[in-house]
C-alpha cells in the first residue's frame, strides 16, 4: 500500500506560480511510476504530467508543456509539480498518482494508476 498527501494548492493571481509537493508513505517510492493529474468543476479528470521511476522520461499535456515541470526525489519519496505562468484554465483540484506495474504508454491514463492522494486545490484568479 502507498499512501499519497499532496500540499501547495492555493489562490494564485493569472501569471503567477505554484510549486505542488506529493509525500509519500508506506512504500519506497522509487519503483513507482508517478504523474499529476487535475480535475475542474464538471470535468472529468485529466492528465496533466508524468515522470518515470528514476526521474529520466517525462510526459507532459500540451496544455501545461512549457509552463509546468514535473520531477521527484526518491530519497524523500517526494514528488513535484512546479507550475508557472498560470492560467485561469488551469483552475482545478489537482491529484498526484502512482503505480508500480505501469508502462510508459500507458502514462496519461488515470486508470492505469493503483494509488491516490486526496487532491490539492488551485485556484487561478483572472
Known amino acids: 500500500q502507498v499512501q499519497l498527501v499532496e500540499s501547495g494548492g492555493g489562490l494564485v493571481q493569472a501569471g503567477g506560480s505554484l510549486r505542488l509537493s506529493c509525500v509519500a508513505s508506506?512504500?519506497?517510492?522509487?519503483?513507482?511510476?508517478m504523474g499529476w493529474f487535475r480535475q475542474a468543476p464538471g470535468k472529468e479528470r485529466e492528465f496533466v504530467a508524468a515522470i518515470s521511476r528514476a526521474g529520466g522520461s517525462t510526459s507532459y499535456a500540451d496544455s501545461v508543456k512549457g509552463r509546468f515541470t514535473i520531477s521527484r526525489d526518491n530519497a524523500k519519496n517526494s514528488l513535484f509539480l512546479q507550475m508557472n505562468s498560470l492560467k485561469p484554465e488551469d483552475t482545478a483540484v489537482y491529484y498526484c498518482?502512482?503505480?508500480?506495474?505501469?508502462?510508459?504508454?500507458?502514462?496519461?491514463?488515470?486508470?492505469?494508476?493503483?494509488?491516490w492522494g486526496q487532491g490539492t486545490q488551485v485556484t487561478v484568479s483572472s
Open positions: 508506506g512504500r519506497t517510492l522509487s519503483f513507482y511510476v
Open positions: 498518482a502512482a503505480d508500480r506495474d505501469l508502462i510508459w504508454v500507458g502514462v496519461m491514463e488515470s486508470q492505469k494508476y493503483d494509488y
